[in-house]
């Protein structure tokens, strides 16, 4: 039978490359999880994903409900789940206040890692009850939250402290709306939000792996400098990063290479290890890569599990 994997934020950038990338082997179906219906369904036309390769439900990661009914309607869709890959994620670098979710917490976070926390956390059991040879749960990693490599180096750099402000409820009114507690920063909050997505990816594989056999990773596809993540960046920065990327750092690749890179993580039989954080050489061979002595603390994503587990009511 075809594998079945559920990619949120499919509608543009690294999702719908990936999503094209594995529906064009004949050996997926595709669901593909995101907030605006229309929109995904237009982005699989244009890509030229065949109708019977791919579904698209609604999902909007900035609502715990959105995210319990999703993993609802799924369920009872009566297919098997074989690979989740949680990779929509919003930036507001230029947001000078915070936004929030329906729930009310600092967007970025609670997007990027809440809802994201919740849906992996919902959908572990039919992950766990697939047959299929190979099962995974991966979570898009970034650069940016690793504060070991020049890119996560640049202020505001990634630090999600005593992790105070999300304990508070990351909510901007009896907390501050930053994991550490400081002012808000938006470019911050995407940076401590990847660091989270890592964070999670080790502690799934320290409690899940050897009990479901379920692979966890997580990867930095490279720099997709042309997605739509980059949306709110000012036009400037919008104009001169791809070049930026391409030349002086040498670090860019395409939409494409980044979808056939996850594609790889999800269904290639060599990289099954779990537990890893996949990086690409400069031949587009993938290794493990190290992370960032924050990204790598075991006592934090203990912590972050626990408070994130009561944030979104499931503890
Ligand atoms: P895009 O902005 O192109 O894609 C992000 C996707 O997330 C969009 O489909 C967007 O939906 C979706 N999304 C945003 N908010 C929500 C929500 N509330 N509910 C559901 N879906 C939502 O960015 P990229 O493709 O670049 O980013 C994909 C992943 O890659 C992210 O995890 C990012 O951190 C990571 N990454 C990107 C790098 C890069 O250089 N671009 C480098 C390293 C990692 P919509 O289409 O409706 O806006």
Redesign the pocket.
């Known amino acids: 039978r075809k594998g079945t994997v559920i990619i949120?934020?499919?509608?543009?950038?690294?999702?719908?490359?990936t999503a094209k990338a594995l529906a064009e082997t004949g050996e997926w179906h595709v669901i593909m999880?995101?907030?605006?219906f229309l929109?995904?369904e237009k982005?699989a036309k244009s890509v030229g994903i065949t109708k019977e390769s791919y579904s698209v439900m609604h999902?909007?990661?900035?609502?715990l409900e959105?995210v319990r009914q999703f993993a609802d309607t799924f369920r009872r869709s009566g297919r098997p789940l074989d690979a989740l890959v949680?990779?929509?994620?919003?930036?507001l670098p230029t947001a000078k206040e915070p936004t929030y979710?329906a729930e009310g917490f600092e967007l970025t976070v609670g997007?990027?890692h809440l809802?994201h926390f919740l849906l992996a956390r919902l959908l572990l059991d039919d992950l766990k009850q697939s047959d299929y040879p190979y099962k995974r749960l991966i979570i898009?990693?970034?650069?940016?939250g690793n504060t070991n490599t020049l890119a996560g180096n640049v202020p505001p750099k990634a630090n999600l402290g005593d992790l105070r402000g999300l304990a508070g409820g990351l909510n901007g009114i009896q907390s501050s709306a930053m994991i550490d507690g400081g002012d808000f920063d938006g470019a911050k909050a995407?940076k401590d939000?990847?660091v989270c997505?890592m964070l999670t990816m080790q502690e799934f594989h320290r409690r899940y792996n050897e009990e479901t056999g379920i692979t966890f990773a997580s990867l930095?596809?490279?720099?997709?400098?042309?997605?739509?993540?980059?949306?709110e960046h000012i036009p400037l920065f919008r104009l001169l990063f791809p070049p930026f990327?391409k030349y002086i750092t040498k670090g860019y690749v395409s939409?494409e290479e980044?979808g056939g890179r996850l594609a790889q993580v999800v269904s290639d039989p060599s990289l099954t290890k779990s537990g890893v954080y996949w990086s690409w050489n400069k031949n587009s061979e993938s290794f493990e890569n190290q992370l960032s002595k924050e990204a790598s603390d075991a006592e934090k994503a203990r912590k972050l599990w626990e408070v994130s587990e009561k944030l979104v009511g499931l503890a």
């Open positions: 949120t934020g499919a509608s543009s950038g690294l999702g719908l490359a999880a995101c907030r605006n929109k995904a982005a999902l909007d990661l900035a609502s959105s949680c990779n929509a994620a919003v930036y979710t997007t990027n809802g898009v990693g970034s650069i940016t995407y939000s990847k997505n930095y596809p490279g720099c997709i400098a042309t997605t739509g993540l980059f949306r990327q939409e980044a």
